[in-house]
C-alpha cells in the first residue's frame, strides 16, 4: 500500500468534496433530483461538468436525497433537470425512484401524489449557470467551509505552490540528464559509423 | 681512457634498446604471474592514504516483513462516514457497476503462507460465478452437478476442452474419484496460471460435490498479494447495514485464517480501508456511526 502521508495529501482533496461551487443544503420539501443528459458534447457538456463536478458536493450536503441520472446515446435530445418537491401539508408513500443508468433506462419518474416538478433545461449552459439556476429556484442554502476547512484549504494551496517549484526544479535536473545521455548515445553511434566505415 | 669508457657506454645505450628495466616477458599471461613479480603501483586515489576516494555502492536494505506505516498521522473515519463521501463520489453511476472495495492490510513476513481462502458473503456482491466439475463421466454425480448449475462436466471430454483453451467456468472442483486422472491429464500447466486448478488445500478436491458448489456459488475468493488482501465487499446500492454485515464476515473470517497459520510467521490484521471503484480510500477505525448527528445511516440507504 501507498505509504500515510501521501495517502494524506490525497485525502485532504476530499475538501472538494466537501467545499466550493455546490456545497448547498436544500429546504427539506425536496424529495429527489433527476438528470438526463446525453453522451456527446453538442449541447450536454455543460451538464455533464456539472455531474461530474458540483453534484458530489450537493450529495455530500444532501446524503438521504436520491440524485440519479439518466444518460442517453440522443445528443439531440434533450438535457434536463428536474427537481421533485413535496406538496405543503403532503405526506408521500414510498417514492418508486429507478436507480442511475448509463443506457437510458432511467426515465425521470412521474411525480407522486402530493408532489410537484420543477424543471431546469440545462442545454447548452454552462455549468456554474445550472449551479447558479438550481440553488436559487430551489432555495438551497451554500454552505460556508468552518474554519477548520479553511485551514486545511489554505495549507493544500500552499503545497501545490511548493510542488509546482519542485517540479520545476525536477524537471530541470531531468531534462539536463536526459540531455547528456541523448549526446552519449550520439557520439557513440557516430563513433561506431566511422569504426564500420574503416 | 675514461673518456673512451664513457663514450663507450653511451653507444651501447643507443644501439641496444634493451629496457632500463628487466620485465616480465609477456608469454606468461598477467594473471599467471605472482603478485609479488608484478610491479606494486600506487595512485594517489589509491587504496591505502586518503585522498579522493571513491564511495562504495551502498548495497540496498532489504526487509524480510512488507513496510508497514505509523498510522498514527491517518484521518479514520467511521463506516458511515466513509459511505457519505464514497456516495457523493459516485453520485450518478449505475450502482450495480460501482463496488465498494475493502483492502486489509497484514503486517507479514514477505516469505511464508499467504492468507488465501474462499467466503461467503452474507449479502454477495457478484452471481456469475459458472462452475465446472471434475467427476467419472456418466456417473451419479455428473448429473447431479449438472442440477446444481454445473457449466461443464465429465473427465476426458472436460480435459479436452481445457486442453483447446475452451474454459467456460470461472470455478473448477474435482470430485476425489478422480483425481488421478486429473493428476496425468496434465493440465496444470493450463489451469496453474488461471487460479483454477483444484487442491485439497482450497477445497477444490472433495468427496461431496454438492456441499462445495453451494459453497462456491455464493463465496468469493480472496487472496493475500504484497501483504495485502483486497476484495469486493459490496455493491453501492447496499445500505450501511448490509455493507457492515458483509465487511464483519470478512474480517472474521481472516482473524480465524490468520489463528489457523502456525506461530513461526505471525501474522496481525493492520488497516482497514476502504473504498469504490471509483472513489478514494478510507481507513476505517472500526465504528459504525456517522459522526455527524444531522446523517442518520438510513439516509445512506437511498436509491443512487
Known amino acids: ?198 | 681512457m675514461a673518456s673512451t669508457n664513457h663514450c663507450l657506454a653511451s653507444l651501447a645505450r643507443l644501439s641496444l634498446s634493451t629496457p632500463a628495466r628487466p620485465t616480465v616477458g609477456p608469454i606468461i599471461p598477467k594473471f599467471l604471474v605472482p603478485s609479488v613479480a608484478t610491479p606494486q603501483v600506487r595512485h594517489a586515489s589509491g587504496g591505502g592514504g586518503g585522498g579522493m576516494r571513491k564511495k562504495p555502492v551502498k548495497k540496498k536494505k532489504t526487509y524480510k516483513t512488507y513496510r508497514s506505516y505509523d498510522l498514527t498521522p491517518m484521518e479514520q473515519f467511521t463506516l458511515c462516514d466513509a459511505m457519505r463521501y464514497l456516495r457523493a463520489a459516485e453520485v450518478g453511476r449505475p450502482p450495480t457497476t460501482v463496488k465498494y472495495d475493502l483492502a486489509v492490510k497484514v503486517k507479514t513476513h514477505k516469505s511464508g503462507p499467504v492468507l488465501r481462502n474462499a467466503i461467503r458473503l452474507p449479502f454477495p456482491v457478484k452471481t456469475d460465478t459458472r462452475i465446472g466439475v471434475i467427476c467419472p463421466e456418466g456417473s451419479a454425480l455428473a448429473t447431479e452437478a449438472q442440477q446444481l448449475g454445473a457449466v461443464a462436466v465429465g473427465e476426458e471430454t472436460l480435459f479436452e476442452a481445457i486442453r483447446r483453451g475452451e474454459i467456460a467456468f470461472n470455478k473448477l472442483i474435482c470430485h476425489t474419484d478422480s483425481q488421478e486422472a486429473l493428476k496425468q491429464a496434465q493440465v496444470a500447466r493450463i489451469l496453474g496460471p488461471k487460479g483454477l486448478m483444484p487442491n485439497p488445500k482450497r477445497g477444490t478436491i472433495t468427496s461431496d460435490i454438492k456441499s462445495t458448489m453451494q459453497d462456491l456459488i455464493g463465496a468469493d475468493e480472496y487472496r493475500e498479494r504484497t501483504g495485502v488482501v483486497r476484495m469486493a465487499v459490496g455493491q453501492l446500492g447496499f445500505t450501511p447495514q448490509m455493507l457492515a454485515d458483509n465487511i464483519k464476515a470478512l474480517m472474521s473470517k481472516l482473524k480465524d485464517n490468520i489463528n489457523q497459520l502456525d506461530d513461526n510467521m505471525p501474522k496481525a490484521i493492520d488497516e482497514v480501508v476502504l473504498s469504490t471503484t471509483n472513489g478514494p480510500g478510507f481507513s476505517l477505525n472500526g465504528n459504525f456511526a456517522p459522526t455527524d448527528d444531522k446523517v442518520k445511516p438510513e439516509h445512506l440507504a437511498t436509491v443512487m
Open chain 1, 1 to 198: 500500500m501507498v505509504g500515510v502521508v501521501r495517502r494524506l495529501h490525497k485525502l485532504k482533496a476530499l475538501l472538494d468534496l466537501k467545499c466550493g461551487p455546490g456545497a448547498a443544503i436544500f429546504p427539506s420539501d425536496v424529495t429527489r433530483i433527476h438528470l438526463e443528459f446525453a453522451y456527446g458534447l453538442a449541447g450536454h457538456l455543460g451538464p455533464r461538468k456539472f455531474w461530474r463536478t458540483n453534484l458530489p458536493r450537493l450529495k455530500f450536503w444532501n446524503p438521504a436525497i436520491p440524485m440519479v441520472i439518466n444518460r442517453t446515446k440522443d445528443e439531440a435530445g434533450p438535457a434536463i433537470l428536474s427537481v421533485y418537491f413535496r406538496e405543503p401539508g403532503s405526506q408521500l408513500q414510498e417514492l418508486q425512484t429507478p436507480s442511475s443508468s448509463f443506457h437510458g433506462f432511467a426515465k425521470a419518474p412521474q411525480p407522486a401524489e402530493g408532489e410537484r416538478v420543477l424543471t431546469i433545461d440545462m442545454k447548452n449552459l454552462k455549468s456554474d449557470k445550472i449551479l447558479e439556476e438550481l440553488l436559487t429556484k430551489s432555495g438551497a442554502v451554500p454552505v460556508r467551509p468552518s474554519a477548520q476547512d479553511a485551514a486545511d484549504m489554505a495549507e493544500l494551496r500552499d503545497l501545490e505552490q511548493i510542488g509546482e517549484v519542485d517540479r520545476e526544479r525536477v524537471k530541470k535536473k531531468t531534462d539536463a540528464e536526459k540531455r547528456e545521455k541523448r549526446l552519449i548515445a550520439q557520439a557513440q553511434s557516430e563513433a561506431a559509423a566511422i569504426r564500420a566505415a574503416l
